[in-house]
């Protein structure tokens, strides 16, 4: 049953997203902060206008509203494709089988988990400021 319901998921999230160019992971790969927030984006091959749109206003807040954590290591950016064997391995960590949005917490090597994709699919594309607003908001929280 979990097979099927994958393979459905799978082929709904494929046959609702258009082609996409390939994403590379960016941002440092470790940090030797003790304590830093990750912003995780994951995408597929194939990418819908949302899944964009979720990619390109989270790097905006990232650069324009976090650029001096983002030097300093307090802020680490990554998009990942799961679509490669790197990309893969990373998704299976979070369990990710499509385009999902996270904002994790790092505390002496313990990460705090928090799964932003359904806000991102609700708000980026028709509200992209109410979508920027609470970016910046739940990076702000974990960096406290």
């Not at 927030?37 to 990619?55: A, D, M, P, S, W």
């Not at 028709?126 to 908001?137: A, C, I, L, Q, T």
Request: proline letters at 1%.
């Amino acid at each position: 049953m979990k097979k099927l319901l994958f393979a459905l998921m799978a082929i709904i999230a494929l046959t609702s997203c258009g082609n996409s160019q390939n994403a590379n992971a960016q941002g440092a790969t470790k940090t030797n902060q003790k304590e830093y927030v990750e912003v995780l984006y994951f995408h597929g091959k194939q990418r819908c206008v949302t899944c964009n749109t979720i990619e390109k206003l989270t790097k905006e807040v990232i650069d324009k509203d976090f650029a001096q954590q983002l030097k300093d290591g307090k802020v680490v950016f990554k998009v990942i494709d799961i679509s490669t064997k790197e990309g893969e391995k990373i998704a299976d960590k979070y369990e990710v089988t499509w385009s999902s949005l996270f904002v994790n917490k790092w505390k002496d090597g313990k990460e705090t988990k928090n799964n932003m994709t359904d806000f991102g699919f609700s708000y980026a594309k028709g509200s992209p400021d109410v979508f920027k607003e609470g970016v910046k908001k739940k990076v702000n929280e974990q960096l406290k």
